[in-house]
């Protein structure tokens, strides 16, 4: 077996700060009222919801299969606090697929095959990636759509468990959120200390990355229009909150970096480190 490193230093505090908040706040599905009566009843309704539901049960196991292979990744480089944080990111993962597993259970119906569904799985297959800055990037498109999907079903309130789902889902997308901005502030500090020029291609790599994996979130939306219609969701507004957010963090974290390395700002506040997610941008 290969040891990466016998001590680790854990200086990095922010990192540290995320990760204690992460193992006070684990939930399960079990502390769920599963019992809750059903409101979504209808057959039409239910199919519906099958269709919907699909790529949010697809999104959260593939990002339990790349946050799992990151892990070894990050204690390669050393980056023992980012390697810590990423085993609760894996655990919220696990969490959120036997939750929409069970929902699933719950209306009677089972999500889209892949064959049915290529834009979802075109979609995950852009985001994997082994450097973590530019999974970070990819997964950053994926974290605040989900972000804003919960969103929806807790304002159109369908069903007293899915509304459930969501809001604990939420206090976990946050914490990714705030996760990601802390790793890209510090993997840019580090990039404009060193070497300036290549700080500005790397931050040039992630936008395209970032816009890459968005131009496949229409077509995921093509596949379910008329259910999303159905249900009371606005998708061209959708995507264009999805979009600004996602573009908005990715350039907060780069330009906070910059303004680090170049002596203009303290890196954030290790006690607002588990808050970075809930931020407006």
Same mark, same amino acid.
């Given at each position: 077996m290969k040891i990466y490193k016998v001590l680790p230093d854990l200086?990095?505090?922010?990192?540290?700060? !995320? &990760?204690? *908040? #992460?193992?006070?706040?684990? &939930?399960?599905?079990? +502390?769920? /009222? &599963?019992?809750?009566?059903?409101?979504?009843? *209808? +057959? *039409?309704?239910k199919d519906q919801m099958a269709t919907i539901l699909t790529p !949010?049960?697809?999104?959260?196991q593939a990002a339990l299969y790349s946050v799992s292979g990151l892990i070894p990744k990050?204690?390669?480089?050393?980056?023992?606090?980012?390697?810590?944080?990423l085993t609760t990111w894996a655990v919220d993962e696990a969490r959120h697929t036997e939750l929409f597993a069970r929902y699933y259970q719950r209306i009677d119906r089972e999500p889209m095959s892949i064959r049915r569904y290529p834009a979802g799985y075109l979609f995950q297959s852009a985001i994997v990636s082994e450097d973590a800055a530019e999974w970070l990037a990819g997964v950053l498109v994926s974290e605040v759509l989900a972000k804003s999907v919960m969103e929806e079903f807790r304002r159109v309130d369908l069903d007293p468990v899915l509304s459930e789902i969501a809001h604990g889902i939420l206090e976990d997308e946050a914490r990714h959120?705030?996760? /990601?901005? !802390?790793y890209l502030e510090d993997r840019f500090a580090t990039m404009f200390r060193e070497a300036a020029?290549?700080?500005?291609t790397f931050s040039e790599h992630l936008h395209k990355r970032l816009q890459a994996v968005l131009a496949l979130v229409n077509p995921i939306f093509d596949r379910m +229009?008329?259910?999303?219609?159905?249900?009371?969701?606005?998708?061209?507004?959708l995507y264009e909150k999805v979009a600004k957010e996602a573009r908005q963090r990715l350039e907060k974290?780069?330009?906070?970096?910059?303004?680090? #390395?170049? $002596?203009?700002?303290?890196? $954030? +506040?290790?006690a607002e480190a588990a808050a970075i997610g809930r931020q407006t941008v």
């Amino acid at each position: 077996m290969k040891i990466y490193k016998v001590l680790p230093d854990l200086k990095k505090k922010k990192h540290l700060a !995320i &990760w204690h *908040k #992460a193992l006070r706040s684990q &939930w399960s599905a079990e +502390d769920l /009222n &599963w019992s809750a009566p059903q409101r979504i009843t *209808k +057959d *039409k309704l239910k199919d519906q919801m099958a269709t919907i539901l699909t790529p !949010i049960l697809m999104g959260e196991q593939a990002a339990l299969y790349s946050v799992s292979g990151l892990i070894p990744k990050l204690g390669a480089t050393c980056e023992v606090e980012s390697q810590f944080y990423l085993t609760t990111w894996a655990v919220d993962e696990a969490r959120h697929t036997e939750l929409f597993a069970r929902y699933y259970q719950r209306i009677d119906r089972e999500p889209m095959s892949i064959r049915r569904y290529p834009a979802g799985y075109l979609f995950q297959s852009a985001i994997v990636s082994e450097d973590a800055a530019e999974w970070l990037a990819g997964v950053l498109v994926s974290e605040v759509l989900a972000k804003s999907v919960m969103e929806e079903f807790r304002r159109v309130d369908l069903d007293p468990v899915l509304s459930e789902i969501a809001h604990g889902i939420l206090e976990d997308e946050a914490r990714h959120l705030g996760f /990601n901005h !802390i790793y890209l502030e510090d993997r840019f500090a580090t990039m404009f200390r060193e070497a300036a020029a290549e700080g500005r291609t790397f931050s040039e790599h992630l936008h395209k990355r970032l816009q890459a994996v968005l131009a496949l979130v229409n077509p995921i939306f093509d596949r379910m +229009d008329a259910e999303m219609k159905a249900i009371g969701v606005d998708r061209v507004e959708l995507y264009e909150k999805v979009a600004k957010e996602a573009r908005q963090r990715l350039e907060k974290s780069i330009a906070c970096g910059e303004k680090v #390395a170049l $002596g203009k700002a303290l890196a $954030g +506040d290790p006690a607002e480190a588990a808050a970075i997610g809930r931020q407006t941008v």
